[in-house]
């Protein structure tokens, strides 16, 4: 997979609409302290679908918004999109969040869940715990990760972790089957 563009909308400090595109090779974001930097990073980890406000540097996902400053008022949403080669084709991925709403994702305008959209980072072999995406202190969490976590990160790398989601599903049908059928028994011998 190869992330081609960033697009940004009320997102943390990207109150206005920014594009971003991402060329093949290297690219460097570099700016004064406190420009945004990180910020980009995490839109990328939240549009995937990262649930958990601390790692966004949040008391709530609402802190996602722009909250405004003395010169402009504070927005109700916030929008990030990326546009990622998939496969040989081009998709785009959405997250919305809308204040005291929660988040709605689409993908190449479909509305979709947020498991559908962790399926598709996954099953490309990278989603917002990939290890790819190494943020400020993840050197250290990965260093101290205990096995079974090094484990996930491997499993997440090698692209097998969409499988998993897959194999619970799976399972949770098939518990749900076999209880049917023991009912559909328990009729069957009610009426003999
Ligand atoms: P450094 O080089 O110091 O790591 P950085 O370029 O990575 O900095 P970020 O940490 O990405 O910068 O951005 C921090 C900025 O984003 C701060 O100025 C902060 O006020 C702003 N910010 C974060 N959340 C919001 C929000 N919800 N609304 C408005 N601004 C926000």
């Known amino acids: ?3 081609k563009r960033l697009r940004l909308s009320g997102f943390k400090s990207f109150v206005d609409a920014a594009d971003l595109r991402i060329e093949p090779g290297l690219t460097g974001v570099v700016g004064p302290n406190g420009c945004g930097k990180s910020n980009l990073l995490e839109a990328l980890r939240w549009t995937m679908g990262e649930n958990s406000p601390k790692s966004m540097r949040g008391a709530g996902m609402d802190d996602v918004i722009f909250a405004g400053t003395d010169a402009r008022p504070a927005r109700d949403f916030a929008e990030v999109s990326i546009l ?4 040989g084709g081009e998709t ?6 809308e204040r005291g709403a929660g988040s709605a994702y689409r993908i190449d305008g479909r509305d979709v869940r947020a498991k559908d959209v962790a ?3 996954a099953d490309a072999a990278t989603g917002a715990h990939s290890p790819a995406l190494v943020s400020q202190g993840r050197i250290g969490a990965v260093i101290a990760a205990k096995p079974a976590e090094r484990r996930a990160m ?4 090698a692209g097998i972790a969409g499988l998993h989601v897959r194999r619970k599903d799976a399972e949770q049908k098939l518990r749900a089957t076999e209880a049917n059928l023991a009912r559909l028994d328990e009729i069957m011998s009610d009426q003999e």
């Open 154 to 157: 491997l499993e997440e790398a």
């Open 92 to 97: 785009e991925v959405v997250r919305r969040i």
């Open 1 to 3: 997979m190869q992330i």
């Open 119 to 121: 399926l598709l980072f």
């Open 84 to 87: 990622a080669e998939i496969d």
